[in-house]
């Protein structure tokens, strides 16, 4: 038997007993390792570990008993498009959809499963590439992009695809596939497809940050193909779930075949946990609703959460005067029913002044972050992740505000 929780198995001590580590599921304690101000602390992933104490307070709720017998087998449904997903988690994500509101999930839609949807957008790409061209079709993004889209494009060599840059400044007469990522990582704006040229566009929109904590919830989105990611909707990264919504039935054949050729399907283990910790959040506003503390809703947790770090971000960049931060449009959210700021995953700093290279300042500060050239700009701009633990955020404040106290000593 197999037990799987949010975060702790019951025979471990919990964090709240041990102040330097958390239970593994080897029955070991991790240590928590506290960045001391000698040690670089990376803020150069998306890892999301600041919602993990929500998780922890939520752990027995969230566990899923597995039998040495059960999900044997490759197949889940043999009559869906996706025969390897569980029903179970069909309806989870279309339960989830449907109480945030924020994606359109009926009857004529297809969801396709994947192994984070890093898998979903290759199988996406593979699904809108021509088969019959002689020449590889263009895959654009708007810059800033996401870094990762050009590697995974790139990485094969395909003859199917290729990397084809800036989408503003694609014009070639040619088809091409665009990737419009809203609320955008890294700079958190919301975005639509701007590929302006004479040839046929397809688009992906991923929506991995399309959730009340990061951004006002502003629409019900209905696009041909949209990928959403377990990952940033709840922190859980390591079970490597996400999701394409799909209409044209023959792209969601088509992106199954990928998956098929790639992992013959996506484990089921972590399909029923994703199921079981949706139907948690789902059943806390749907059932319990409004007479909980907000704290125990996890949009409210997550979205206070998060307007905390940039509150207290905001404060040490304007004292320091070395960064430029963006600010977000306010906007009314139809989940919350609220006008709110976005809190995205990521801060998007531009170095003021006679700083050139955002990352190299930033290292020698020991903290290492994601230089604006891998996003294809320059590199007066740099990414930095909003999602660590709170002892690494903290330490990254402090070492801000200290570099403030430098250059004002030095003028
Ligand atoms: C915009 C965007 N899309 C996709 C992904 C990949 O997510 P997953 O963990 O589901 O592969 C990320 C992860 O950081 C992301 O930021």
Request: glycine share 6%; proline share 5%.
């Amino acid at each position: 038997m197999v037990v799987l929780k949010a975060a702790s198995p019951p025979t471990v001590p919990s964090v709240n007993k041990i102040n330097n580590g958390y239970p593994c599921s080897n029955g070991t304690i991790k240590p928590l390792i506290t960045p001391s101000p000698s040690s670089f602390i990376n803020l150069d992933q998306g890892d999301p570990e600041v919602f993990r104490s929500y998780w922890r307070k939520k752990s027995e709720e969230c566990t899923v008993v597995i039998n040495g017998e059960d999900l044997m087998s490759y197949l889940s449904d043999t009559s869906n498009v996706c025969w390897f997903m569980l029903p179970e988690l069909r309806e989870a994500i279309q339960r989830l959809h449907r109480v945030v509101g924020n994606a359109s999930v009926g009857m004529d839609k297809h969801i396709v499963v994947g192994t984070g949807s890093t898998q979903l957008f290759q199988a996406a790409l593979f699904a809108l590439s021509p088969s019959d061209s002689p020449n590889p079709i263009n895959v654009v993004a708007a810059s800033p992009y996401y870094s990762e889209y050009q590697e995974e494009v790139e990485i094969l060599r395909s003859g199917l695809y290729r990397w084809g840059g800036d989408a503003r400044e694609y014009d070639k007469n040619e088809a091409y596939i665009e990737v419009v990522t809203a609320p955008n990582n890294p700079c958190g704006s919301i975005r639509r497809a701007v590929a302006n040229c004479e040839g046929e566009g397809k688009v992906i929109h991923d929506f991995a940050y399309y959730w009340p904590q990061y951004t006002p919830i502003t629409q019900q989105y209905d696009h041909d193909l949209m990928l959403f990611t377990f990952s940033k909707c709840t922190g859980h990264a390591g079970s490597r779930i996400g999701w394409a919504i799909v209409k044209d039935i023959e792209v969601a054949k088509k992106m199954t075949r990928f998956i098929q050729m790639n992992s013959i399907g996506v484990s089921k283990e972590s399909q029923i946990r994703v199921a079981k910790i949706i139907g948690v959040i789902c059943d806390s506003y749907q059932e319990i609703g409004s007479s909980l503390d907000p704290d125990e809703l996890f949009f409210e947790y997550s979205r206070r959460k998060l307007r905390e770090r940039w509150e207290k971000l905001r404060a040490v960049v304007d004292k320091s005067n070395l960064f430029y931060l963006a600010k977000y449009p306010k906007a009314y959210c139809t989940f919350t029913n609220h006008t709110s700021e976005s809190y995205p995953a990521f801060a998007w700093m531009k170095c003021k002044g006679s700083i050139e290279d955002c990352e190299s300042y930033l290292r020698n500060l020991k903290v290492l972050v994601r230089g604006g050239k891998r996003f294809g700009v320059d590199q007066k701009y740099a990414r930095i992740s909003l999602l660590s633990s709170d002892d690494v955020f903290n330490e990254f404040l402090t070492r801000i505000s200290n570099a403030t106290r430098n250059i004002g000593n030095r003028s």
